[in-house]
């Protein structure tokens, strides 16, 4: 099912939605509904989050967004039990920056938004002068990012790189010169850094293929 989001949340015709953007910082929650932010959602917080649904079990009709960067396998199981049980004017928005992080029972129960948001003439362009580095600039390129990661204590940095890259690549590849062997080598280096940064790690030499691809 294709809905727009604004549509799904001002007259949402499922109870569970799961909404993907980069931009989950950003992402603005109405003022009349629960918001739940966690970087890494455990277990115990779907029981945080039973109690806010019944603290606010008086309104008739509540929306509750959980904003989340990853969440294990156990946590997810337990979030589809809520989903299941939950009243009929109960509507929940999980919001995550891939649906990767998700198992697919999960994904199947609920209602898919993709927010396509495009990048911004300043992402762009780092990524173009990122594409027209030498190999030796772009280990370098890379390692700031890695570094910076470090610094602030969380990924952000590196999986927005990724995500920009791929758009990127995805509309330019044909016109940049990379072979369609190269190009499933970048793709198959930027899924494997997704699937660290999944793992709440990020591996530097897994990293660095993204610099040895063109």
Not at 29 to 53: G, M, T, W
């Amino acid at each position: 099912m294709i809905e727009k989001i604004q549509d799904s949340i001002d007259y949402p015709k499922d109870n569970t939605y799961i909404i993907v953007t980069k931009n989950l910082e950003k992402f603005s929650i109405p003022e009349d509904s629960i918001e739940f932010n966690k970087d890494s959602f455990l277990v115990s917080d779907s029981r945080s989050l039973i109690e806010l649904a019944i603290q606010n079990f008086k309104n008739p009709s509540q929306r509750i967004f959980i904003k989340v960067k990853q969440i294990n396998i156990y946590a997810q199981n337990a979030l589809l039990k809520l989903f299941e049980d939950a009243r009929t004017t109960t509507h929940f928005y999980l919001v995550v920056p891939t649906k990767e992080i998700l198992i697919d029972t999960l994904l199947s129960r609920c209602t898919v938004i993709k927010d396509d948001k495009t990048m911004t003439n300043s992402e762009k362009q780092k990524i173009i002068d990122f594409v027209g580095l030498s190999t030796a600039n772009k280990l370098e390129y890379i390692e700031n990012i890695y570094q910076k990661s470090k610094e602030d204590g969380h990924r952000n940095g590196i999986r927005g790189f990724l995500d920009n890259l791929e758009i990127y690549l995805h509309s330019k590849i044909h016109k940049i010169g990379i072979s369609q062997e190269n190009a499933k080598t970048v793709f198959d280096a930027i899924y494997q850094n997704r699937v660290m940064l999944n793992k709440n790690t990020i591996n530097k030499n897994i990293l660095f293929l993204l610099a040895f691809v063109w």
